[in-house]
């Protein structure tokens, strides 16, 4: 008997180009499951489960594992989170557009050496046209896309304060009166010589939040130690400047762009006015290569803005996931406790004269299940081995904890370190 506005498992396998033996597979491993199973088990799809499907093809086809694609696709379809998805899916597509163009061009150059007769690094043509890391590489992008626009969008809907996280720190960098201060800083900036390095950029959102407020002739070098997170960033940055229209070139004009590794900053003594880690310095492997390199870079009177977490940031989110299930760990390390707002200021000082810790005043009153479930799956533990194959379960169990709203602290802030 046909349920309206369902699929038969037949008629939904011929639509979407896969053997009804495939979709058995998907739903009993827990990658696509129907939306309705009669009395008699026959299985019925909808457009949500069209969506869903949408989503494991392109990810097959771009070449991850079923393994990568039930975690990356556990989510359910839904038509309000289609956009981010498809745009996510555009993003991955011109990603492995941009590798391919790398493979092709070690091709053509081999191919030209070799019709002029001259040697060919073999070695070198292997590693220029390997395919091998590209799935993984992906993958990262992908994940780190999604992870960064969950942890943003929790924040920006449901934060009390007003002044938001990104505008609050772009007024502590004191970019309106210099890096350095007072008038001489004034001075500095209108002879365009303020220079700025953001370590860990990120997709550049600091910037486009702040777009407005940064001054004309500041020099800005974004960079981050992935590729992909870097082209993100300077594709936003330019779509941003295609839009301003104050100034002949726009604001895009005053940015760089460096995939660096801060253990190793690329750049002269005393070339930077300022420097801004946010949230970033936790991950160094070696604080005395990390600091030393931040201050070797950094001018007399130049400031490390670096900011961090507290022992009790986002703690109610922590509690409420192991609820659900006592071995969920959101963070595989408490990063607060390589470099945070307790122990931050007694790393700082070996490095810098001065240290000053500032709080931002926050706290969040989430009233959406479905945010917080996606700021749970983009956390660094291991919540999503036990997430991915219950997950309607555990959606249901965040919507039963947020029916009058769910408290969240901030306890975050950053230092101010002066060279």
């Not at 990810?59 to 839904?78: N, V």
């Not at 229209?245 to 930077?272: C, L, M, N, T, W």
Request: a neutral charge; hydrophobic letters at 35%.
């Amino acid at each position: 008997m046909k349920k309206e506005g369902y699929y038969s498992s037949g008629s939904f396998a011929a639509k979407t180009h896969v053997t009804k033996k495939t979709l058995r597979y998907y739903d009993d491993h827990g990658f696509l499951k129907p939306s309705f199973v009669n009395e008699n088990g026959a299985r019925f799809y909808n457009d949500q489960d069209f969506q869903k499907m949408q989503q494991i093809q392109m990810l097959k086809y771009l070449g991850f594992s079923l393994e990568d694609i039930k975690e990356m696709t556990m989510k359910e379809a839904r038509d309000e989170s289609l956009v981010p998805v498809l745009r996510f899916q555009t993003e991955l597509l011109e990603e492995r557009i941009e590798q391919m163009k790398l493979v092709r061009e070690g091709l053509l150059q081999t191919t030209e050496l070799l019709q002029n007769g001259e040697a060919v690094d073999w070695g070198k043509l292997m590693e220029a046209t390997s395919v091998s890391g590209l799935e993984q590489s992906l993958k990262q992008q992908y994940l780190n896309s999604s992870n960064i626009g969950a942890r943003i969008n929790l924040h920006a809907k449901y934060a009390v304060n007003k002044q938001g996280w990104f505008p609050w720190i772009f007024e502590q960098c004191g970019m309106n009166v210099g890096a350095s201060g007072g008038r001489q800083g004034a001075a500095k900036r209108a002879r365009g010589s303020l220079k700025v390095l953001e370590l860990g950029c990120g997709n550049g959102s600091f910037w486009l939040e702040n777009w407005e407020q940064i001054p004309a002739g500041v020099k800005i070098t974004l960079s981050d130690q992935s590729e992909g997170m870097l082209r993100e960033a300077r594709k936003a940055v330019q779509g941003a400047g295609n839009h301003d229209r104050k100034s002949k070139e726009g604001k895009a004009s005053q940015f760089d762009f460096q995939v660096i590794d801060f253990h190793e900053i690329p750049a002269k003594d005393s070339a930077y006015d300022l420097v801004i880690a946010n949230h970033v310095l936790f991950y160094a492997k070696d604080f005395a290569k990390v600091l030393g390199e931040i201050r070797r870079v950094l001018k007399l009177g130049g400031r490390l803005i670096c900011s961090t977490y507290g022992t009790a940031h986002m703690k109610e989110i922590s509690e409420l996931a192991a609820q659900f299930d006592d071995r969920i760990v959101l963070a595989a390390q408490n990063l607060y406790e390589i470099f945070g707002k307790e122990n931050g200021a007694g790393i700082l000082k070996p490095y810098f004269g001065k240290v000053e810790w500032r709080q931002y005043e926050d706290h969040l009153l989430v009233t959406d299940a479905e945010d917080l479930v996606d700021y749970i799956i983009s956390c660094h533990g291991n919540q999503n081995r036990y997430i991915v194959n219950d997950y309607k379960a555990f959606r249901q169990f965040v919507e039963s904890k947020l029916r009058k709203g769910f408290y969240v602290t901030k306890d975050a802030g950053l230092f101010v370190a002066t060279k």
